[in-house]
C-alpha cells in the first residue's frame, strides 16, 4: 500500500497553529521534537518488524500516526495509520513500505522545517 499523494504533505500552516494556540514558540518545540521523535519511531517500527513483535510495531505507528496528527502532517498521519490498522492485523510491513515510510519521514520534516515560524 503506498501513501495518498493526493493527501497534502502538511495542513496550511494556519491550521497546524490554530491547534496550538498560534504559540510560535510551542510550534518550533514540537516541529524540533517531531524532528527527533518520527526517526526514532520508525526505528522502533524497524526493531518489531525485524524482531517479530507486532505489539511494538503497533505501538510505534500508532504514536507515529498521533504525532504527525498533532503537527499536521496528514500524509504521514495517513500513511502511519495504514500501517498501525496492518500490524493490528498481524502483518507487518514489507521492504517498499519501510523505504516509503522512511522517505515520507524525510519530506515531512523538510516541509516543516521549510515553515516560517518566527
Do not use: W
Not at 4 to 17: A, M, N, Q, S
Not at 50 to 70: E, I, N
Not at 87 to 116: F, V, Y
Amino acid at each position: 500500500m503506498e501513501a495518498d499523494l493526493k493527501t497534502p504533505l502538511l495542513e496550511p500552516l494556519e491550521r497546524i497553529l490554530a491547534r496550538i494556540a498560534n504559540n510560535l514558540m510551542l510550534a518550533r518545540k514540537l516541529r524540533e521534537k517531531f524532528n527527533a521523535e518520527a526517526i526514532k519511531l520508525r526505528d522502533n517500527l524497524f526493531a518489531a518488524r525485524a524482531a517479530d513483535d507486532y505489539k511494538g510495531a503497533v505501538l510505534a505507528s500508532h504514536s507515529l500516526k498521533g504525532m504527525s496528527g498533532t503537527l499536521g502532517a496528514l500524509r504521514l498521519q495517513s500513511y502511519a495509520a495504514i500501517l498501525e490498522a496492518q500490524t493490528r492485523e498481524n502483518r507487518m510491513p514489507d521492504d517498499a513500505q519501510c523505504a516509503e515510510l522512511s522517505a515520507l519521514i524525510e519530506q515531512t520534516i523538510a516541509a516543516l522545517n521549510a515553515l516560517s515560524l518566527e
